[in-house]
């Protein structure tokens, strides 16, 4: 077994470094074509996830965008899933990371698009047109950031969440970034900072923000993103980070410090409470909260 083992990763670095080989794309499309937007997809280990991500992207009008797919060295059939699809994936690549962040932030210095919109493995478009409905926005704003509404999906069901205004990131992300188109020359200027596992992107609003960033509100969903469970330790660690980005940038007051803290306790208790509610209960909370 562990001879065949050995087998398998000599094959697989072998086929990685072929694909390094092949260079910036494997499909037909000129590579001096440049492109609106370019869709980023970073998965490791979760091939159904890939499959619905790639799905999803598959049904947009896609002649103005480019989708590369980062896999960070998966050891199960995510790679199989992903070659499965063949021309459809302009850059497919895997390798070793440093974490989701940091993949992102290599996928960015390889995508062509003036524009830069992360689906990770999982997250779908909120419907079929929301790529058509997205490059006339691209063309005629002055902005930095699009952003939009998000679908999350609970076990309960499927809500939606308005985002909110940038002079609210102090209390946190003000969208998803599954729903937020940025410039790549910003993201370059503002990388994802690797020393915050769990809160990098809201780092990067923050500090895009800070710096003048313009935000442009698209008044439309672009994405469903599936809320999963996160134990108390992660979500521990999340609040303290998110505190020292907000310290950093000089965005506490003593009452936003108050409130935050309640906000914490009041988040903690409520996902105690929602743990031991029936499914039809939870459902007549999320329905009369969110806007289905």
Known sequence: MPTARRRNT?????KLNR???????????????????????????DPDGLGRTLDSYLAQDRTGSEILVFDGNSNDGTMDVARSYGEAIDLLHSAQDG???????????RATGDWILFMNAGDCFAAK???ARVYPEL????????????FLSFEAGTFLRRAGKPTDLWKGMICSHQSAIVRKDLLQRFPFDLNFALSADYRFFVE??????????????????SVGGISSQKFSSAFRETMKIRKEFALLTPRRRLYLLFYRGYTMLAGFIKSMLPLSVLRAVFAG????
């Open 10 to 14: 000599r094959t697989e670095a072998a």
């Open 19 to 45: 694909s390094e080989t092949l260079g910036k794309r494997t499909n037909s499309r000129s590579d001096s074509l440049k492109l609106p937007i370019s869709i980023i997809t970073v998965v490791r280990n």
């Open 99 to 109: 974490g989701i962040f940091d993949a992102m932030n290599r996928a960015v210095e």
């Open 129 to 131: 047109d929301v790529l």
């Open 139 to 150: 063309k005629r704003t002055d902005a930095e950031i699009l952003y939009g509404d998000v």
């Open 208 to 225: 895009s923000y800070c710096n003048g960033a313009r935000f442009s509100y698209l008044e439309f969903p672009i994405s469903i993103f």
């Open 289 to 292: 909260k969110y806007k289905t």
